[in-house]
């Protein structure tokens, strides 16, 4: 399509077209950033390196508000003993994994539809990439938040990791059928704040059901929610 | 043939926007005419491996796009441009085009060379560091069609890749289609016949989800004699077709 000036003065045995395209690809070039090259040596394709940098709920305005309310909970946890840091990690979590991809959040979606690399890996690594750093940026806070002893482990754990990895496989479940991250979040949080109420009006105060005989419903429950997602990110068959 | 599809339907709820389309297509540029809402778009979106038919058989590329390996490899030699084009707002034309050449699994050495003939040919080299949040509505069509042509793809699906272009270059963008229709399969859908008559070397035309018209532009300008709606010999074929086909 593009003729520079010039081009047709050149002489015959000089291909000045394909000498411009290698000093404008060495230009142009871009250099991955750390992040970048380690999650693309890891999953070992730098599509979806490059797929899970461009995470929407992964951008640094997200993350940093992601620390300012992880942060406050800390502090109003430590000063006054209200759990909030095990009622706040697994909604911001929710919400995280519910805008990581989708229509009308990524945009590029149909396009990235199109690609070698699967939407249903693009989706897996971004919900692993967010859960993850939701989980550290959590530990961080309870770390903070919690008197470091025997209990604190099992207190995070029960408190808000499993009740979190539920709440997250129930928002990306929601969003994946819906094809709608609002809906994913709504359904997140709605399921997070019926969990929180039923706890609260049978012990008198609001926190979660965080006893260790919940721990199987929990899991039962965000697995049936991943096999809603792999069903409904299922590859037809028999079309064709 | 690198494009095989027979009886080929899809349906959203009650309505059908595609009712069974039979195509076979090669190497050349084959345009895709017709009226709002005939089916184009879902036609061309399912093949690009991105909606699934309701029913019916397609073969893309000599493959067998129902199953996960031979869709995997009918994608690394695809190229789309959809309607609507989403973009990342911040990233650069050369880092967009360059996502989507690593999303189709080119080899990570072959990358750059690719995207800076993509983007030389789509004539954004002037442009290649901006950021598209600051490029014109055709300047991102353009952006557009660098990543749909970066892996030199052998199956080409356009859907209306001219909109926003201005004359000049829509008559650069033909010229282009030519090209690459000498090697591949170009599917161009247009509302401009004008588009088809100079690039097209087949045309099909769709209504109400059916083919109605298959053949060489020539063969459509010739549908058009004595029909006096249109302003051009194409048109008035198109126009002629159009109005054989509801009556």
Known sequence: MMQRPGWDAAPPDVDLRGVWTAVAAQVWRRKPGPFERLAGWLLRSPGLARAL????????????????????????????????????APALAAAGIAYAYGPGIDPAWELTRSMAVSDRMVLLVRALAVFGLNAALGLAASAVSLSVGSGA????????????????????AAATLARSANVGVAAGLGGWAITVVAAGGSSGRFTALTDSSFVLPYLAFAA????VVLYATRIPRGLS | MNVEIAGLTRHFGRNQAVAGVDLEAGPGVFGLLGPNGAGKTSLLRMMATVLSPSSGKMRLLDRDPGSYGPRREIRRRLGYLPQNLGYYPSFTVVEFVEYFALLKEM????????????????????????????????????????QAIVNDPELLLLDEPTAG???EQRVAFRALLRDLGERATVVVSTHLVEDVGAACTEVALM???KIVFRGTPEQLTARGEGHGVGDAPLERGYSAVLTEARS
């Open chain 2, 165 to 167: 272009l201005d004359p």
């Open chain 1, 53 to 88: 940098v461009t995470t929407p709920s992964l951008l640094l305005g997200w993350i940093i508000a992601t620390v300012v309310v992880l942060g406050a909970g800390a502090a109003v946890t430590s000063g006054t003993g209200v759990p909030l840091v095990a009622l706040l």
């Open chain 1, 224 to 227: 049936c929610c991943g096999a």
């Open chain 2, 207 to 209: 209504n109400a989800g």
């Open chain 2, 107 to 146: 080899p990570a050495a072959r990358v750059p060379a690719a995207v800076a003939t993509a983007v030389e040919r789509a004539d954004l080299g002037d442009k290649a560091r901006a950021k598209l949040r600051t490029l014109s509505g055709g300047m991102l069509r353009r952006v557009g069609i660098a």
């Open chain 1, 153 to 172: 482990a099992a207190a995070v754990t029960f408190g808000w990791l499993l009740p979190m990895t539920a709440v997250c496989a129930l928002a990306l």
